[in-house]
Each structure stands twice: as C-alpha cells, then as structure tokens.
C-alpha cells in the first residue's frame, strides 16, 4: 500500500524559511517522479514541483520559482521542499504525490503571516 506522510510545515513569517518532507513507502521510490501540490483555503489543487526519478531534474511553477527547491534521497525515501522567502499567498496544505496521481495523504499546513 502507497503511503506517503508529510511532515515540517508550520507557522512562519512573511519572508521566513520553512523545509518540508515526505516519507514514502509501499512502492519503488527510486523509480517514481514525485511531485508537491497545495491547496490554498477555498481554491484547487495547484501544482508546485516535480523531480524526475533517476536523473533528478525538476520543475517548478512559476509562482515558486526561484525560491522553492524539490529534492530527493532515495536512500531514505524521502521528498523534500525548501520553501525561502515565503509569502502569505503560499498558505495552504502541502501534499506530497507520486507524480499523474492524484494526492492520497493528509498533507501539512503552511500558514504564512504577514
């Protein structure tokens, strides 16, 4: 069975740092791209980065560009996000995803005052 449990997120200031993870089990993470999404209250799911399986290469929507970095250690099954110079606006519910599948876990908050 899929799990993937998210952890690290918070309240934190406007311009502030906050580092998400995501522990994966139940599938062959080394193989799989992953992605981050979030929910903002009220709104859909917006895509936030993807990181290829092998190779590691990312991408990033445009909103997050420059200041979030997706990352990944296959040794320990595990998907990070560095969110830097965070922004009310990026307050939502962070969920980790295998990527072209839909979120199946809880997700962490991120609540970002101004």
């Known amino acids: 069975e899929v799990q993937l449990v998210e952890s690290g997120g918070g309240l934190v200031q406007f311009g502030g740092s906050l580092r998400l993870s995501c522990a994966a089990s139940?599938?062959?993470?080394?193989?799989?791209?992953m992605s981050w999404v979030r929910q903002a209250p009220g709104k859909g799911i917006e895509w936030v980065s993807t990181?290829?399986?092998?190779?590691?290469?990312?991408t990033y929507a445009d909103s997050v560009k420059g200041r979030f970095t997706i990352s990944r250690d296959n040794a320990k099954n595990t998907l990070y996000l560095q969110m830097n110079s965070l922004k009310p606006e990026d307050t939502a519910v962070y969920y980790c995803?295998?990527?072209?599948?839909?979120?199946r876990s809880q997700g962490t908050q991120v609540t970002v005052s101004s």
């Open positions: 995803k295998i990527a072209g599948s839909p979120p």
């Open positions: 139940g599938f062959t993470f080394s193989n799989s791209a």
């Open positions: 990181i290829t399986s092998s190779l590691g290469r990312t």
